[in-house]
């Protein structure tokens, strides 16, 4: 099965930026045509969909980080970035890489937690 390593996550002020990276343990012919995704889930509510890249290089967003996240993929290195300004409370959570793969079953990682607080 595919692994996905995040990392990056950590404590910060509102206000503040945090970078995350999610590696992937698959082929790099696999990793360039996949979607990846990027999804997070605070204390107590449901894991939520945060942002999608395309093989292409196509982004979406959930309007809740729109215009402060910014996700984006290194094909060469098989990663994934998920790049976090304008930090508010309410984006605390832990925050997880998703992919689906050709061949292979769909794969979480094992998430990194952001917080944000004063």
């Known amino acids: 099965q595919v692994q996905l390593v995040e990392s990056g996550g950590g404590s910060v002020q509102p206000g503040g930026s945090l970078r995350l990276s999610c590696a992937a343990s698959?082929?790099?012919?696999?990793?360039?045509?996949?979607?990846m995704n990027w999804y997070r889930q605070a204390p107590g509510k449901e894991r939520e969909l945060v942002a999608t890249?395309?093989?292409?290089?196509?982004?979406n967003y959930a309007d809740s980080v729109k215009g402060r996240f910014t996700v984006s993929r290194d094909n060469a290195k098989k990663m994934v970035y998920l790049q976090m300004a304008s930090l508010k409370a309410e984006d605390t959570a832990v925050y997880y890489c998703?992919?689906?793969?050709?061949?292979?079953?769909?794969?979480w990682g094992q998430g990194t937690q952001v917080i944000v607080s004063s």
């Open positions: 998703y992919g689906r793969w050709l061949g292979s079953p769909a794969s």
């Open positions: 698959v082929s790099g012919s696999i990793f360039r045509i996949s979607v």
């Open positions: 890249i395309t093989s292409g290089g196509t982004t």
